[in-house]
């Protein structure tokens, strides 16, 4: 419903509503306002208002609205399902849409109005058409438009509505004249009725009654305010600066104490307000008379505007209400008032994690005001971090600590008494140790955390906590993992004493991730399934750690191979993320799907999971020990796509030739992995001949720094590597080493069999040897189930070597077959002999046989000739 300003759009739908509703249809209807231009405020809004119409639909969604960044479409799904179970119809009224222009707004409105349920419509009305593809629904036949010249009033319900509802008494000429020059304009004709009332010279009015729309709306509110007692016209100017009206903010506003009778009395006399309530306790101004008054009050008493804001602010103040006191703080222009009223809001903030309020907050401020504030300089900073400008985060923290500097010594502080104010200096210090982390700077990270400890207070345990937490991952960062343990338990250990649960248990997570790089997958388990039972009893405080550690369990579970309860920790955690999503949760959510599904033999959709996990990561707190990118090549090198990984490691600058570091010991591993793979496709270029000096490197570092769990993957990438050489017994010494130097060998699982038919031959012919004993033969016995029930589509089993062998082994194999000698094979393929010889190994390898008679009889039986 489209139509300017005073066409009786709001009316029309409250009468047609009203005239239809019954036990088939609920309503629910919003009347929107400014303030609502804010995704998460509409949004709140909207599905508050459907809870009226629909009991028990939204609950979940209320609280995904309270994560930032806001995930709009998350939201919205959840509620399209439940009222999609709705019994009955389902009509959501949105008034005064057009004073929403908001694009995120719009575009969550698309995907809405995309998904309604059938039983389910809603209804805009608004002053202008919103920046919605009306034009595609036009054309499906699933819009219905109620415009302008529908709503304009005809010479018969001008003069009805005069003579029948005013009491006019108006003759034919006379209705036909007004609505002439009004052109049906409803909002005109009630003005014009209001200044006819007790008027003699009615004819005469009419007649002067002329001009465009601007002068008349403009002459006839004068006369409307001017025929009002002085005591009224008073009260509508001081009261216009409010949004929302009821007596006692009133009375506050305008310094007399008639507030609530005034607005009855406002409301019996048609004079434009509207009641928000059944009670008759809060109302509003119709917009357009609101508009009217405002623009009356700034041409009459320009200088008494900020006051009347400043009162308003006050009374916000007192009753708790920090959002509307910071916003008529803001209106008043009272910048040092308004940074006061956000100081003293942060700890309720920072608590229901609200930072897009806070930062709009901020951005409203003038940048000398929020500089003038060290908690709102810092607080600033960390939401420019959080948001991923690093560079802008620096600057806030020195704004800060000037602003402190500059307070005499002996001197009360200007700012809020606040917990926040006191301890500012150690959670400056803690904040540029975060800021070092996301920057890979790592002595820097160590530097300020020690730093932070220096200024945190005995009892300052949250400070204390967050400072020795860098401090264990700086350590970690460094691969000193036995240093990272110890530092970050001690961290865990202060944030249980603060009485911080959720980073508590979220810290729980980081320190398993830590055990897993020592090499103590059992230990991480236990940490894991310890928080999860003390989670589970906070209850629903605490979702947002509670889907963490589901995370974590299951990636535990993927790798000792039970992928069903890797599977339903990821299902329950996923329930978890719907009620308080969150991004770093979301993105560990994805990543953990992502392997699962490579797991399953889903390569594809692995893939677009570590895609998706891509577009949530954020640099920021943790070290990236598992870059995604990495995770996503070594899924391309199972799949064979060797010049996709080609191009990832081009693009990543990994070279044989870097030194090594635990930062950048995964995309090393990987490198390995894609130089083996390289080589078994084309022996010939010598693609391996550089990984065993790299992982030599990477084996010595990880030995120096305790990390158990590294040593496993590379011993068992040196295996693999000295087996694409044809160095069998190499390798079979290297896996050895693998299986048995591992602390809790039977913990690996999918490490080894992930690397497929390769790692299978290993295997056999370690058991044929009698290396590593009982778990060689425990993988050996899992990979071959795993092939047996590998689906047709998906990733080739791990045990299949045949399906291996490169092309130009394939060609090797069927000349093999032939009366041809070695050399003359060799120049058919236009190859060396020694090159024929390395592919002859490969192929003997993955057949599982001694000579070439063998290899071509082997060949036969599978069906490759």
Not at 344 to 364: C, E, Y
Request: aromatic share 6%; hydrophobic share 45%; charged share 25%.
């Amino acid at each position: 419903m489209s139509a300017p300003a005073g066409f009786g759009k709001t009316t029309l739908l409250a009468e047609w509503l009203g005239e239809t509703s019954g036990e088939d249809r609920c309503v629910a209807w919003l009347s929107l306002d400014p303030a609502d231009n804010e995704p998460a405020s509409f949004w709140t809004y909207v599905v508050t208002a459907l809870q009226t119409a629909v009991p028990g639909v939204g609950s979940t969604a209320l609280e995904l609205i309270a994560s930032s960044p806001l995930p709009t479409e998350l939201v919205l799904a959840t509620v399209l399902n439940e009222l999609a179970a709705a019994p009955n119809g389902v009509w959501l009224v949105l008034d005064d849409y057009h004073l929403v222009d908001s694009h995120d707004v719009g575009d969550g409105m698309v995907f809405l109005l995309e998904h309604l349920p059938p039983h389910v419509h809603v209804v805009i009305s608004t002053r202008a058409d919103p920046d919605l593809p009306l034009s595609r629904w036009r054309v499906r036949g699933e819009l219905v438009e109620i415009r302008a010249a529908e709503l304009r009033f005809t010479s018969e319900e001008a003069a009805a509505y005069l003579n029948e509802v005013v009491g006019l008494d108006l003759v034919a000429e006379e209705v036909a004249a007004l609505e002439e020059r009004t052109e049906g304009w409803i909002a005109a004709l009630q003005l014009a009725a209001l200044s006819l009332q007790g008027r003699d010279d009615v004819a005469g009015f009419i007649a002067r009654f002329a001009g465009n729309d601007r002068y008349i709306v403009d002459y006839l509110v004068e006369e409307v305010l001017q025929h009002q007692p002085d005591r009224v016209r008073g009260f509508l100017l001081d009261s216009a600066v409010l949004d929302r009206l009821t007596g006692p903010l009133c009375d506050a506003v305008t310094g007399r104490d008639d507030g609530s009778q005034m607005l009855m009395a406002l409301e019996r006399a048609n004079l434009f307000i509207v009641p928000l309530d059944d009670r008759r306790e809060w109302y509003r101004y119709h917009h357009l008379f609101a508009d009217v008054l405002r623009a009356r009050l700034l041409s009459e008493q320009p200088k008494r505007i900020p006051l009347l804001h400043q009162r308003a602010s006050r009374w916000y103040e007192c009753h708790d209400l920090a959002e509307e006191a910071v916003r008529h703080a803001l209106a008043a222009r009272d910048f040092d008032r308004a940074a006061y009223l956000m100081e003293l809001a942060v700890p309720t903030i920072r608590r229901n994690r609200q930072d897009a309020m806070l930062l709009g907050w901020l951005k409203a401020l003038p940048d000398d005001a929020v500089r003038r504030s060290p908690v709102l300089s810092v607080f600033y900073g960390f939401m420019l971090m959080i948001s991923g400008d690093l560079h802008g985060v620096e600057p806030r923290l020195d704004d800060a600590e000037r602003a402190l500097a500059a307070v005499p010594d002996g001197s009360a502080p200007p700012w809020a008494d606040t917990e926040e104010l006191q301890t500012l200096p150690a959670t400056i210090a803690v904040y540029r140790a975060s800021l070092a982390q996301a920057r890979g700077d790592v002595a820097g990270t160590s530097e300020h955390a020690r730093h932070a400890l220096d200024l945190a207070g005995p009892g300052d345990h949250l400070a204390r906590g967050a400072a020795a937490g860098f401090l264990g991952l700086a350590a970690w960062a460094k691969g000193d993992v036995s240093a990272a343990l110890q530092t970050f338990t001690q961290a865990v250990a202060s944030l249980h004493a603060a009485g911080n649960l959720v980073d508590e248990l979220s810290s729980t997570v980081v320190l398993a991730d830590m055990c897993l790089a020592a090499g103590r997958p059992s230990k991480a388990c236990r940490l894991y399934q310890s928080a999860l039972q003390l989670a589970e009893a906070q209850g629903e405080h605490v979702v947002r750690a509670t889907a963490s550690l589901h995370v974590g369990l299951s990636e535990i579970d993927r790798e000792v191979g039970d992928l069903g309860s890797a599977k339903r920790h990821l299902e329950a955690a996923a329930v978890f993320l719907e009620r308080a999503p969150m991004t770093e949760s979301r993105y560990r959510w994805f990543v953990a799907m992502g392997l699962l599904a490579h797991a399953e033999g889903s390569p594809e959709g692995a893939i677009n999971l570590l895609d998706q996990a891509e577009q949530l990561y954020r640099r920021g707190f943790f070290p990236d020990v598992r870059p995604i990118a990495a995770m996503k090549a070594r899924v391309w090198i199972a799949q064979g796509k060797l010049l996709q990984a080609a191009d990832w490691a081009r693009e990543r600058g990994v070279s044989v030739t870097d030194d090594a570091s635990y930062l950048s010991e995964f995309d090393h591993l990987t490198l390995v992995r894609l130089l083996i793979a390289q080589h078994r496709a084309h022996p010939d270029t010598g693609a391996t001949d550089h990984a065993g000096p790299l992982l030599d490197r990477l084996l010595e570092a990880a030995e120096t720094s305790g990390r158990a769990g590294s040593l496993v993957e590379i011993r068992m990438l040196q295996a693999l590597a000295h087996d694409a050489q044809g160095q069998r017994p190499q390798a079979r010494v290297a896996l050895g080493r693998a299986l048995a130097e591992a602390p809790e060998p039977g913990e690996y699982v999918r490490l080894f069999l992930y690397e497929g038919a390769p790692m299978m031959g290993l295997l056999r012919d370690a058991t044929r040897h009698g290396v590593a004993g009982d778990h060689a033969r425990r993988l050996l016995r899992l990979g071959t189930s795993a092939e047996a029930q590998a689906p047709g589509s998906g990733q080739r089993p791990p045990s299949s070597s045949s399906d291996s062998l490169s092309g130009r082994e394939q060609q090797v194999l069927r000349l093999l077959g032939s009366e041809l000698s070695g050399p003359q094979i060799a120049g058919e393929l236009f190859i060396t002999y020694n090159t024929l010889r390395t592919h002859t190994k490969h192929i003997f390898t993955k057949l599982e046989v001694t000579d070439r008679r063998a290899a071509v009889r082997r060949a036969r039986e599978r069906g490759l000739m």
